[in-house]
Nanobody, 123 residues
Framework: QVQVVESGGGLVQPGGSLRLSCTVS????????ISWFRQTPGPGREGLAC????????YYADFVEGRATISRDNGKGTVYLHMDNLSPDDSAVYYC????????????????WGQGTQVTVSS
């Protein structure tokens, strides 16, 4: 059974940083990607960053590149998302997902999701 659990959300001051954690277990094989998405009030979840389990390669959405870093600790089965210079526009529910997508920043290609963690950027 595939399990995905996020943690680390909360209230962040404008200009501050977030560090989210995603622990994945039970996904078979070595060829899969773990991605971070977020959802604001409105349609769809937007992809932020992803990391391939097999080789550690990473990909970022254009609008977060330069202020987001995705990393992993294979020993813990955990992937992290670090984002700097947050603004109120970054307030959202952040989700982690795992699967074998063609495009790792497209939410429709993922079957396994965590429950989400709320990030609110406000003074």
């Amino acid at each position: 059974q595939v399990q995905v659990v996020e943690s680390g959300g909360g209230l962040v001051q404008p200009g501050g940083s977030l560090r989210l954690s995603c622990t994945v277990s039970g996904f078979p094989g070595d060829y899969y990607a773990i991605s971070w998405f977020r959802q604001t009030p409105g349609p769809g979840r937007e992809g932020l960053a992803c990391i391939n389990h097999s080789d550690g390669s990473t990909y970022y959405a254009d609008f977060v590149e330069g202020r987001a870093t995705i990393s992993r600790d294979n020993g813990k089965g955990t992937v992290y998302l670090h984002m700097d210079n947050l603004s109120p526009d970054d307030s959202a529910v952040y989700y982690c997902a795992v699967d074998r997508p063609f495009n790792c920043l497209t939410s429709d290609e993922f079957r396994y999701w965590g429950q989400g963690t709320q990030v609110t950027v406000s003074s």
